[in-house]
C-alpha cells in the first residue's frame, strides 16, 4: 500500500511539472541583419515606395525599437560588436578588413572573444551563420572557429548576387568547401534556402542562426521577379535598390512561413536590423541626417525589431535608447543564462524592459568609435556630442529638441562639451588602438570636399 501511495506521489509530481518544463523550454533564435538598408527603407518606418509587407506584419507582432543604435557606422566593426555583445573598439576592431586579409591571421575579431554562438553552445544549442561574414577573412577566423556548427557565405565585403566566385574571400562556401556554380541561383534566396534546410533540420536541439544577407549593398543586382515588384519606382538606381530589399522581404516571409508550417514560431526569438545606416546611393535614412559612415543619427540609427510570440506583447514601440550590443545578453537571458557571469559585456539585457516593463533606461551612456578616434560620438541623455572629421569640429545636438541634428548649440554650452569629452575620454581609456587600418579617414575627407565643391558651384560665379 506504501509503495503504492508512493508511487501515485511520484507520477503526480511528474505530471505537475511537466507545464513547467514545457514553459521552460529554450527558445530558437533568429538574427536578420541587413547590409547598408537604410531606416526609411522599411514600411514600419515609413517607407512608402518600397514594398515590405512581410517585415511590416512580422515587426507589428512584436517590439520596433524607435531608437536602436548599431556600435559602429559601417560594416565589419557594427558585425564585431553585435556578435561579441562589446564595442569592437575594445579589442581594436574599428576598420572593415584590408585587401589580402586571407593572409593575415591577426586580422579579425580574436579567437579570445565570445561569441553569441559559443555562449548559446554552452546551453545546449546548435548554432549556424548564413552569409556575409566580414569578421576575418584567415581561415582561423572564419565562422566554424567562432561557435558555429555550420556556415554557409562568403568571408569578404561586397559580392556579386549571382554567387560568381571572385577570389578567396569573395567564393561561396558550405563549411569551408566551394559551393559548386550550379548549386546557386540568387544570393539572397540561396541564403534563404541554406536557412530553411537549417531550421527543418532533424535535431532536438533549440538553434541560434546568425543570417547576414549581403543585401541591399551593392552592386546592384536583382532578379526579374523583385524587379517586377518595384517597377512603380521611376528612379532606375532606386528602384534596383528597392527590389534588393524586396527581395530581403519575401525570403524573410518564406522563413516565417517555415516556422508556423514547423510548429516553431512561438517560441522563435526573431529580430532584425541593418548593420549602420543607409548607403549614400539609393538607400533612404530619412528623417535623420548623414549615412553610412557618418556619425549622425542617419549613419548609427537602422531599422530594428524583435518578436517572441510567446512571451512578447504585439504591437509594441520601445522609445529608449538600445544598441545592437544587447543582443548577445538578451540572447543568453532568454536561453536560461546567468548574464550576470558574463562581465566582460557591454551590452544589457533587454528583456527585463520589453518583457517585464521595467523603467529607467537600458543605456545612461552610448559610444561610438572609428579608427581609433578620427571621429567619435557620445550619448548621454538627450545630449550627443560628434566629433565629426566630414565638419572638422565637434558638434553638439539636443536629440530630445533636435531629433533631426539640424543645429549645432556646441558654442551655447561649453559645459556640456566638456562633460561628454570627459565621459569618452574615459570610456576610450580601456579600448586598444585599430589592429589594422582602412581607407575611411581619406573617404570622409574626399567625400566632405566633393560636397562642399558641389555647394559652391551651385552657388553661382557671384558666389550668391
Known sequence: MKNTKLLFTLALGL?????S?????????????TDDQGWADVGFNGATDIPTPNLDKLASQGVIFDNGYVSHPYCSPSRAGLLTGRYQARFGHDCNM???AENDDTVGTPLSEKMIPEALKERGYRTSAIGK?????HSSLHPTQQGFDHWFGFAGGGMNYWGVPDGPIKTIVRNGKPVPQNELRYLTDDFTNEAIDFITKKDDKPFFMYLAYNAPHAPDHATQQYLENTKHIEYGGRSIYAAMVNAVDANVGRIDSTLVANGMKENTILVFLSDNGGRTEHADNRPYRGHKGMLFEGGIKV???ITWPDKLKAGQHYEKPISSLDLFPTFLEAAGGDVTKETQLDGTTLLPYILDGKTGTPHEKLFWRSVGGFEYAVRIGDYKLYKSSYKNKTLLFNLKSDPWERTDIADKHPEKIAELEKAYTAWDAKNLVPGWLDPHRENVLKEEKALQGMRKKAQGPTGK
Open 98 to 100: 584590408p585587401y589580402k
Open 15 to 19: 505530471l505537475t511539472a511537466l507545464p
Open 21 to 33: 518544463v514545457a514553459q521552460e523550454k529554450k527558445p530558437n533564435i533568429i538574427v536578420v541583419l
Open 133 to 137: 561574414w566580414h569578421l576575418g577573412d
Open 303 to 305: 531599422p530594428f525589431f
